[in-house]
Every structure is written in structure tokens, then in C-alpha cells.
């Protein structure tokens, strides 16, 4: 899973394994360490949840998670839509939030892209 975030917004694209382990597990993770005390890392998750909502976040210390409604989460993982798009208020902001299935780049090579979903352009470059 591939983590973006920029000023109020945060993008998770996410390879065909993990939208498998998503479903199955209702949960996938990962964690960055900056330094080597043990404090200094970040966990960034997504996680399917009993909601009406269908995009949602949740932040603890050391860790933000995104939700994606159950019902939201297997559309969105056994059709053709590309993500799932959404803002939640931040307080003082709009945090955007993304989750999107992790596309083949075109100007890759196939072990850069494995366990990509097909791209559906021919031309151009990611």
C-alpha cells in the first residue's frame, strides 16, 4: 500500500493483494520507522467498519487509519471503479481522502509492476 499526502489530503493506492486481504481481513497496514527509537514510526492503515459512512478517518497517535464502509469496501474492490473519494472535517480544514487500486505505469518494467492492477491506458506514463 502506497501512502501520498499533501497539504490537506491524503491518497492510499492499493495493490490487488491487498484489496484480497483487505476483504478477508477487514484490515491491511503498514508501518514506517524515522528513527530507532521505538516511538518514532507511523502506521497508516485501511479498515473496512460497520458504517453508514462510506469514507472516514481515524487518527491515534502514531497511527491513521482510513475506513471504508463494508458494503463500500467489496464494490468498490469487485468492480471497475478506479477509488473510492471523500473529505472529512478536519477541524480548522477539509481532509480529502483517496483510496484508489494501484495501476500498472506504463513506463515500467513488468517486475516494477507486479501485483499492479492492469492499466486501462495505452498511452502515457504514470
Same mark, same amino acid.
Given at each position: 500500500?502506497?501512502? =501520498?499526502?499533501? %497539504?490537506?489530503?491524503?491518497?492510499? =493506492?492499493? %495493490?490487488?493483494? &491487498?484489496?484480497? =486481504?483487505?476483504?478477508?481481513? *477487514? =484490515?491491511? +497496514?503498514?508501518?514506517?520507522?524515522?528513527?530507532?527509537?521505538?516511538?518514532?514510526?507511523?502506521?497508516?492503515?485501511?479498515?473496512?467498519?460497520?458504517?453508514?459512512? +462510506?469514507? %472516514?478517518v481515524r487518527y491515534r497517535?502514531?497511527?491513521?487509519?482510513?475506513?471504508?464502509?463494508?458494503?463500500?469496501?467489496?464494490?468498490?474492490?469487485? !468492480? &471497475?471503479?478506479? !477509488?473510492?473519494? *471523500?473529505?472529512?472535517?478536519?477541524?480548522?480544514?477539509?481532509?480529502?481522502?483517496?483510496?484508489?487500486?494501484?495501476?500498472?505505469?506504463?513506463?515500467?518494467?513488468?517486475?516494477?509492476?507486479?501485483?499492479?492492477?492492469?492499466?486501462?491506458?495505452?498511452? *502515457?506514463?504514470c
Amino acid at each position: 500500500m502506497k501512502l =501520498r499526502i499533501k %497539504s490537506d489530503s491524503m491518497r492510499l =493506492r492499493v %495493490s490487488p493483494s &491487498e484489496v484480497e =486481504r483487505l476483504l478477508r481481513a *477487514g =484490515r491491511i +497496514e503498514e508501518t514506517i520507522q524515522f528513527a530507532p527509537n521505538q516511538d518514532a514510526k507511523l502506521t497508516y492503515a485501511l479498515e473496512q467498519a460497520p458504517s453508514d459512512q +462510506e469514507i %472516514s478517518v481515524r487518527y491515534r497517535p502514531q497511527e491513521v487509519t482510513v475506513l471504508l464502509s463494508a458494503e463500500r469496501a467489496r464494490a468498490w474492490a469487485e !468492480g &471497475e471503479q478506479v !477509488g473510492i473519494y *471523500g473529505a472529512v472535517d478536519a477541524g480548522s480544514a477539509q481532509l480529502t481522502l483517496v483510496v484508489e487500486k494501484d495501476f500498472a505505469c506504463l513506463d515500467l518494467s513488468d517486475a516494477d509492476n507486479a501485483d499492479t492492477f492492469a492499466n486501462p491506458k495505452s498511452v *502515457g506514463a504514470c
